[in-house]
T-cell receptor
Framework: DGGITQSPKYLFRKEGQNVTLSCEQNLNHDAMYWYRQDPGQGLRLIYYSQIVNDFQKGDIAEGYSVSREKKESFPLTVTSAQKNPTAFYLC???????????FGQGTRLTVV | DAKTTQPPSMDCAEGRAANLPCNHSTISGNEYVYWYRQIHSQGPQYIIHGLKNNETNEMASLIITEDRKSSTLILPHATLRDTAVYYCIVRVVRNTDKLIFGTGTRLQVFP
């Protein structure tokens, strides 16, 4: 089946540790995105990539880093510099700017 | 960036049409309006999108006003499984590519 896979679904980390969230898609989409969602809020864009080896900051990129070495993969690292990392993280992909973006099922990160 | 305004919550009887309004008065000419819905703790599900013309698919219809400052999502025969948060979104593509989410409308479908 084609789709976007995020793993793991739940993740716990100690404060001060970096953590990497996985996002893989087999839809052959060029563009991929990372969003963050806090309770009762809409989604906010962290980073996006329109092509391999290129990515752009979104609205809340501080404390996060990404890479896009392969078309299928767009991992997100939550660094210790992110002040409030506990949140629901969603990855998405789309073929171009005029078509729908498909979302993964999300990773819920809890930092204790 | 364009913003959207939606009522925080709405109710609808099962089998009736659900009409969800959205205001996007600052939308630019080349920005699409998208609708997604999200069931608790899941990823948003795409419903429909449009630029100027009304659109219809197997899930819903999208009615966009002529001045493009507002739109309405119509679920023709709501079911209990349509209970979710519905997001009206503007996709900004000038010098970027992002879906701008608001806080959405929580639709409750009741028996």
């Amino acid at each position: 089946d084609g789709g976007i896979t995020q793993s793991p679904k739940y993740l716990f980390r100690k404060e001060g540790q970096n953590v990497t969230l996985s996002c893989e898609q087999n839809l052959n989409h060029d563009a991929m995105y990372w969003y963050r969602q806090d309770p009762g809020q809409g989604l906010r864009l962290i980073y996006y990539s329109q092509i391999v080896n290129d990515f752009q900051k979104g609205d809340i990129a501080e404390g996060y880093s990404v890479s896009r070495e392969k078309k299928e993969s767009f991992p997100l690292t939550v660094t210790s510099a992110q002040k409030n990392p506990t949140a629901f993280y969603l990855c998405a992909s789309s073929s171009d700017r005029n078509t729908e973006a498909f979302f993964g099922q999300g990773t819920r990160l809890t930092v204790v | 960036d364009a913003k959207t305004t939606q009522p925080p919550s709405m109710d609808c009887a099962e089998g009736r049409a659900a009409n969800l309004p959205c205001n996007h008065s600052t939308i630019s000419g080349n920005e699409y309006v998208y609708w997604y819905r999200q069931i608790h703790s899941q990823g948003p599900q795409y419903i429909i999108h449009g630029l100027k013309n009304n659109e219809t698919n197997e899930m819903a219809s999208l009615i966009i006003t002529e001045d493009r400052k507002s739109s309405t999502l119509i679920l023709p025969h709501a079911t209990l499984r349509d209970t979710a948060v519905y997001y009206c979104i503007v996709r900004v593509v000038r010098n970027t590519d992002k879906l701008i989410f608001g806080t959405g409308t929580r639709l409750q479908v009741f028996p």
